[in-house]
């Protein structure tokens, strides 16, 4: 069964104190790992899209990397505004071709000033 | 000018009633999508539209009916409303396999039925 995994569940940082957030994997003909940013009230906002072992993106304080297993989203001096629910997602092909996400629980980040 | 917006944003009915609620999409995607995110923030396909043709229906109970009269449009109706059904439900869309982008979200409607 297709699955993705999040860890921590939640994550308390001081600003300026750098992390990652963690996404393991089990999605069958994975395609693509997305992450994706989700704060209060709001729909998740497209971040990243990482296709091969060994890529990496980077926006501002945000940098994913991608292994054959597992995904990092590291941030790096982190402020308060960072503060939301990281959320990962699988993207698997089916036999129709079209892709369909598969979204682990998140993790619920907190900055503090 | 918002590029996936879904209404309402809150709707809180009774047990049994029927709810629709509306998806519109400016981007000229193709494929649409409605998800359904629990307590505890976990995202589920529910359908998933390309063109007007229903392409994936996860196991969702058949009280669950989605429409899409054009490909810019995807509502959800839901009969004989339960409270199990009380979620955020979620819109979104993208260009299919060739949308590197990911999809795009609207801003959710809170589902409470009391």
């Known amino acids: 069964e297709d699955q993705v995994t999040q860890s921590p569940e939640a994550l308390r940082l001081q600003e300026g104190e750098s992390s990652s957030l963690n996404c393991s994997y089990t999605?069958?003909?994975?395609?693509?790992l997305f992450w994706y940013r989700q704060d209060p009230g709001k729909g998740p906002e497209f971040l990243f899209t990482l296709y091969s072992a060994g890529e990496e993106k980077e926006k501002e304080r945000l940098k994913a990397t991608l292994t054959k297993k597992e995904s990092f989203l590291h941030i790096t001096a982190p402020k308060p505004e960072d503060s939301a629910t990281y959320l990962c997602a699988g993207g698997p092909v089916r036999s129709t071709g079209f892709q369909k996400l598969v979204f682990g629980t998140g993790t619920r980040l907190l900055v503090s000033p | 000018d918002t590029a996936v917006s879904q209404t309402p944003k809150y709707l809180v009915t009774q047990m049994g009633n029927d709810k629709s609620i509306k998806c519109e999409q400016n981007?000229?995607?193709?494929?649409m999508y409605w998800y359904k995110q629990d307590s505890k923030k976990f995202l589920k396909i529910m359908f998933s539209?390309?063109?007007?043709?229903?392409?994936i229906n996860e196991t969702v109970p058949n009280r669950f009916s989605p429409k899409s009269p054009d490909k810019a449009h995807l509502n959800l109706h839901i009969n004989s409303l339960e409270l199990g059904d009380s979620a955020v439900y979620f819109c979104?869309?993208?260009?299919?396999?060739?949308?590197?982008?990911?999809?795009?979200f609207g801003s959710g409607t809170r589902l409470t039925v009391v």
């Open positions: 981007l000229g995607h193709d494929t």
């Open positions: 999605v069958s003909g994975l395609r693509g």
């Open positions: 539209y390309n063109n007007k043709e229903l392409i």
């Open positions: 979104a869309s993208s260009q299919g396999l060739r949308d590197r982008a990911g999809y795009t």
